[in-house]
T-cell receptor, first 116, second 115 residues
């Protein structure tokens, strides 16, 4: 069965610190997609990244970077030089290609608090 | 509108009443999704539509829950005979089409409180 685990419920850092949010997934499918979404206090989930199971290259976008390792079924997210505006709940999610509908299985989320 | 619009933003109802939650997706998006977010269960998939069809209703928690979509646009999620455990934020999302497995655009949600 498919499952996404975000073991860190809450993380608190001071501005300018680097922080890594962990995500471990389970799936029996060989073709799947992994996502990260950000949920700021306004409540609206915002898409950050999608990765397919055949592309293990790490990705960097500004202060954000993602490390995908199939060997450990992990898709971790690092924020470099964190800022107060990064404070939000971050969700990792999995979609399996067979369902064709883009149905996402979400982790429980990690609440990140960045203090000035 | 520019984004996914949901109404009402907040709804307080009494146990046993029926409620309707509305979602207006981004214009041109053919796929529409309903999710539920609650403290105990996290983010749960409920149902998705491709056009007016609902290929996957597997997440609807009971037969008190139903959803429809007409004209390939607006969708309504209906909860009959509400129970306290239905209290949650109901999130709607849309995308260009379901098979794209791309970015979902979410609304701000409808917070339902059942007393």
């Amino acid at each position: 069965a498919q499952k996404v685990t975000q073991a860190q419920t809450e993380i608190s850092v001071v501005e300018k610190e680097d922080v890594t949010l962990d995500c471990v997934y389970e799936t029996r499918d060989t073709t799947y997609y992994l996502f990260w979404y950000k949920q700021p206090p306004s409540g609206e989930l915002v898409f950050l990244i999608r990765r397919n199971s055949f592309d293990e290259q790490n990705e960097i976008s500004g202060r954000y970077s993602w490390n995908f390792q199939k060997s450990t079924s992990s898709f971790n997210f690092t924020i470099t030089a964190s800022q107060v505006v990064d404070s939000a709940v971050y969700f990792c999610a999995l979609s399996e290609a067979y369902n064709q509908g883009g149905k996402l299985i979400f982790g429980q989320g990690t609440e990140l608090s960045v203090k000035p | 509108g520019a984004g996914v619009s949901q109404s009402p933003s907040n709804k307080v109802t009494e146990k046993g009443k029926d409620v309707e939650l509305r979602c207006d997706p981004i214009s041109g998006h053919t796929a529409l999704y309903w999710y539920r977010q609650s403290l105990g269960q996290g983010l749960e998939f409920l149902i998705y539509f491709q056009g007016n069809s609902a290929p996957d209703k597997s997440g609807l928690p009971s037969d008190r829950f139903s959803a429809e979509r007409t004209g390939g646009s607006v969708s309504t999620l209906t909860i009959q005979r509400t129970q306290q455990e239905d209290s949650a934020v109901y999130l709607c999302a849309s995308s260009l089409w379901a098979g794209d497995l791309g970015e979902l655009f979410f609304g701000e949600g409808s917070r339902l409180t059942v007393l």
